[in-house]
């Protein structure tokens, strides 16, 4: 498998793109999404899968929630940060045997599966280093903050800060998720789980 997971693809830049360039979307014209949850190929890995998306929109939009709830004082910074640090810790370790897992075990198949898409893979391996990124940046505001509260530091700055990177994360992590999405589940729907080697 070609390595390009230190640079983005060009034209392709997770920060900056609004979908998926056509000739990968051809599957996904075929079957459209509206028509996956009924689909009867749609096993057992990949509902679990789409599960797993879904438990990552949902926590992180709640964490947004959270933080904006804090920028508009609604909430204290010590039980702000106390509410948001078990969140968050579960979010990356998940969100990193995640990205794990499709790295290691599902990407390298479904590439296999149709050299059409490889292209894609290329992008989805790009898009989870680009995710990795913001993670950190997001880990160190949380951590700025942190260091606010105990030093009596600039707690509207560091929670602005916190708010930003908070936002900018879920932004990318969303259009990831969606593209990931638009490419694996229309190639699992026309070959099945059995016949790419999963389950
Ligand atoms: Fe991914
Ligand atoms: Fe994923």
Redesign the pocket.
Known sequence: MASTKSQPIPGEDLTKRTGLPEDLLVLAARYPRETWQGHRNLGEMARFWLERHGMFRELGAAMADGSASFRENEIAAKPFIQWLAPRFNFFLSELHM??NV?DHHYFPRFRAADARLARGFDI?DA??VT?DRFIHELAESGAALEAAIRGGGDLPGAGARLGERLDATLTVLTR??DD?EDIVVPLIIDRTEAALGLG
């Open positions: 995640h990205h499709e989805l898009d989870h995710i990831h998720l990931e």
